[in-house]
């Protein structure tokens, strides 16, 4: 207005205008207040209305938030509590109002699960902070005993005078998102777990040949693909490979598995490689890799085993299969290389004294070695221990020392080192527990027989039972040759014995002829017919040959019975026949010391026996009588009918045949009978 | 913006000058521009002239005039100058600061 000091009058009309200004802005009739510079709008209505919609709207918030919300005092008095707060700490508002914010009724635990210090919750530090603590994470124990789990946030609330008039804490109920949140986190662990322990390597291959992923074991064999391409952490090279079976299956886009054999860590993988479609969208491949370095070299171990057993199998067929000796050893000299990758072989056998007897080699540029057995050599010591010697490497100076423990020998052999040998193995031949002698195996490579000794045990077994069978053989073949010249000696022997026999029996038979004229020719025509009896029943030829030796002297014992007894024509006197009867005793008291090979003396005695009882000189009768003598006693009588005699004259064949063939079965044996008749009427028999 | 019935004024007679200070189109300017034009029609006939001014489009007419709220009602002329605060709806008492009334006459 004017710099000059105000009247009173007008002091009091300016108060007066203040007045009616109040009173105008208190009546709400104000649309604006004009200031030095602005005019400002004054709209006192909407305000309040605005006022009440917002506040009623924040009530409504409070009331139906699904947040929990506490006022508090600075002094940590609860104020006030929404529902949602009575829902999540389970308590009553009531409750929650009287308590203090660290009052030790509340038990709050950290997330580990160990109690919460008052000074870590989020509303003690906002107001001591003084400005807002977001997420604290706490576990809420109810009343119940369960555990409410809230992410607490607090904001101090500080007047205009920056005094603090306490704090408001909101919390979410966060106990399912905890709880899921802990199983979420135990699956990401067993699935961590899984891949980082799993026993092989996993990885994810982009196609830009950064490494995705990789797990452990991937780590552990190949290097940190962390930062670097794959080509880079697997073989160190500064370009992609020209071929990559894993890049395949960005074109195929299809599974696909094979074997890794030429590997940086030098191992053998069985890999599966898959299409993968990683998490934000991108084509990688999923490579799995398992290591089956131990399987494959298995599988080789078992192919080989396989291949020499199967060799081995053969040549057990082939060695055995010949029986010489020179061809055996060849045999064994030349499966040796098939079978036990022997570069030379050879062959010594050694017999019972000590000393080596045949040999086979085919070392070359050393034809026939001369084998001897050396004090300090290798074989001595192998045909004393009986122990197999493996040499897996010969020095260059040919000295080999093998690792066969107390008094093994030392030596040098030049003609194997010539010869470029680098291993040997020597082993006994043995069947049960004799030695036949050594097999020794060469090979140009040091070590060719380290860990075969089962395989070359069991060839030389087999080579040594080829040898052993050789041997037998030999020995047979000439066992058997001795056998027949003996037998042939002795058959020769007995040719000549049968000579001397029949030579005796002719003398014998002469003597009795000598003395008695008419009996003469008799026993040799008696002997003719009962042989010929003999075959047709057909007697074996070696009892023939004794009833012919029985026939030739079966009158033998009348050498005793005076000349003109046998010779006297008419009837004889009892005595006199009594000493003829007496002639088959004495026959048989003769010949019975005398060695044949027949029973002559049992035919003579028999010969005057009849079926019935009736004969002489002991009255046998049918089963008692051999048949030898039946058969002679059949001959004896037709002879001597149709012979003359000095008693009577001789009667016809036919009246002889009558005579048996009445007594048939009677006197006579009716099959000696028989024989005897189809002899005369059928095959026209006639004495000579 | 200014309102002057030129036929009062020919006609004769005291002519009465009021000058109405009012903030756009709020809710009490409203109503005090509609009570003012009521009563100049009804009271004064044609023998008046009334000015209205909208302080956003003339603030420092306000400011000349010593005007500290809208809606305010300044009787300009005759003498002495008389200011009236508020929509004007109690019309009795507008009447009566306006000199219009009887009694303080």
């Given at each position: 207005m004017s710099d000059e000091k105000p009247t009173y009058e007008e002091l009091e009309a300016r108060l007066a205008e203040a007045e009616a200004v109040i009173e105008v802005l208190r009546s709400q009739q104000v649309d604006a207040i004009i200031g030095e510079e602005h005019v400002a709008l004054v709209r006192l209505k909407e305000l309040e209305e605005a006022l009440r919609v917002s506040e009623e709207r924040l009530r409504s918030l409070f009331e139906t938030m699904a947040e929990g919300v506490i006022l508090i005092a600075p002094d940590g008095q609860i104020i006030q509590a929404n529902p949602a707060a009575e829902r999540i700490l389970g308590l009553q508002r009531s409750e929650i109002e009287t308590?203090?914010?660290?009052?030790?009724e509340w038990a709050i635990l950290c997330p580990d699960g160990t109690p919460m210090p008052p000074e870590e919750m989020a509303g003690p530090r906002a107001m001591k902070e003084k400005r807002p603590v977001k997420d604290v994470v706490m576990g809420v124990v109810r009343p119940d005993g369960s555990i409410s789990w809230i992410n607490v946030s607090a904001a101090p609330i500080i007047d205009e005078a920056g005094e603090l008039e306490g704090a408001v804490g909101t919390f979410a109920d966060i106990t399912e998102r905890k709880q899921a949140e802990e199983l979420l986190e135990l699956e990401r662990k067993r699935l961590s777990m899984l891949l980082e322990t799993f026993p092989g390597y996993i990885y994810l291959q982009s196609?830009?040949?950064?490494?995705?992923y990789a797990n452990r074991y991937f780590v552990e064999h190949f290097g940190e693909p962390k930062e670097r391409l794959c080509y880079e952490v697997l073989w160190g090279r500064k370009e992609p490979c020209e071929v990559c079976p894993t890049f395949e299956v960005f074109d195929t886009k299809t599974p696909q598995v094979w074997e890794w054999s030429q590997t940086p860590d030098g191992r053998i993988y069985f890999i599966y490689d898959h299409p993968f479609i990683d998490s934000d969208g991108s084509e990688l491949v999923l490579e799995i890799g398992v290591d089956i370095t131990d399987r494959k070299w298995a599988e080789e171990a078992l192919k080989l085993r396989v291949e020499q057993l199967a060799a081995l199998s053969q040549a057990s067929q082939v060695v055995t299969a010949s029986l010489e000796l020179d061809q055996v050893l060849a045999e064994i000299v030349s499966l040796a290389g098939r079978v036990v990758s022997s570069d030379y072989t050879s062959v010594v056998l050694v017999d019972e004294a000590g000393n080596t007897s045949q040999s086979a080699e085919n070392l070359p540029g050393v034809p026939g070695i001369e084998y001897r057995i050396r004090d300090k050599g290798l074989t001595r010591w192998i045909v004393r221990s009986r122990q197999p010697a493996i040499i897996d490497e010969i020095g260059e100076d040919g000295a080999m020392t093998p690792d066969l423990g107390e008094g093994a020998p030392r030596f040098v052999n030049p003609p194997i080192v010539e010869a470029g040998v680098k291993s040997v193995a020597g082993l006994p031949l043995m069947v049960k527990d004799r030695l036949l002698g050594v097999l020794y195996l060469h090979s140009l490579?040091?070590?060719?027989?380290?860990?075969?000794l089962p395989l070359l045990t069991t060839f030389a077994n087999q080579a040594a039972i080829a040898v052993e069978n050789a041997r037998l053989y030999q020995e047979t073949q000439r066992e058997l040759a001795e056998r027949k010249r003996a037998q042939e000696e002795l058959r020769q022997s007995y040719v000549n014995l049968q000579k001397a026999l029949e030579g005796t029996v002719h003398a014998l038979a002469s003597a009795v002829e000598i003395r008695d004229p008419y009996t003469a020719g008799h026993q040799r025509r008696v002997t003719q017919l009962a042989c010929a009896i003999a075959n047709e029943i057909g007697l074996p030829e070696e009892q023939i040959e004794g009833l012919r030796m029985a026939g030739l002297i079966?009158?033998?014992?009348?050498?005793?019975?005076?000349a003109e007894v046998l010779s006297k024509p008419g009837r004889l006197h009892d005595i006199e026949y009594g000493l003829i009867k007496a002639h088959p005793q004495i026959g048989h008291d003769i010949l019975k010391d005398l060695d044949f090979p027949w029973p002559l003396a049992h035919i003579v005695l028999q010969h005057h026996e009849r079926l019935d009882g009736?004969?002489?000189?002991?009255?046998?009768?049918d089963g008692e009588i051999m048949l030898e003598a039946r058969i002679l006693a059949v001959a004896d009588v037709v002879e001597a009918m149709a012979s003359h005699r000095p008693y009577r004259p001789a009667h016809s064949i036919e009246n002889a045949l009558e005579e048996i063939s009445q007594n048939r079965?009677?006197?006579?044996?009716a099959e000696v009978v028989d024989a005897c008749l189809k002899l005369f009427t059928e095959d026209g028999f006639t004495f000579e | 913006m200014k309102h002057v019935n030129t036929e009062g004024v020919e006609a004769g007679g005291e002519t009465y000058h009021l000058r109405l200070f009012v903030a756009g189109d709020e809710p009490n300017s409203r109503q005090a521009r509609e009570n003012v034009a009521r009563l100049c029609e009804e009271q004064m006939k044609q023998r008046y002239e009334l000015e209205i001014v909208d302080v956003f489009e003339d603030f420092q007419a306000a400011l000349a005039d010593g005007v500290l709220v809208t809606p305010t009602l300044i009787l300009v002329a005759p003498p002495p100058r008389v200011t009236v605060l508020g929509n004007l709806s109690d019309t009795e008492k507008v009447l009566s600061a306006l000199r219009l009334t009887g009694g303080e006459r």
């Open positions: 308590r203090n914010y660290i009052a030790p196609p830009d040949y950064s490494v995705r490579h040091p070590g060719a027989f380290h860990g075969q079966h009158d033998l014992g009348k050498i005793s019975v005076p009736s004969g002489y000189p002991q009255g046998l009768s079965g009677v006197l006579y044996d | -």
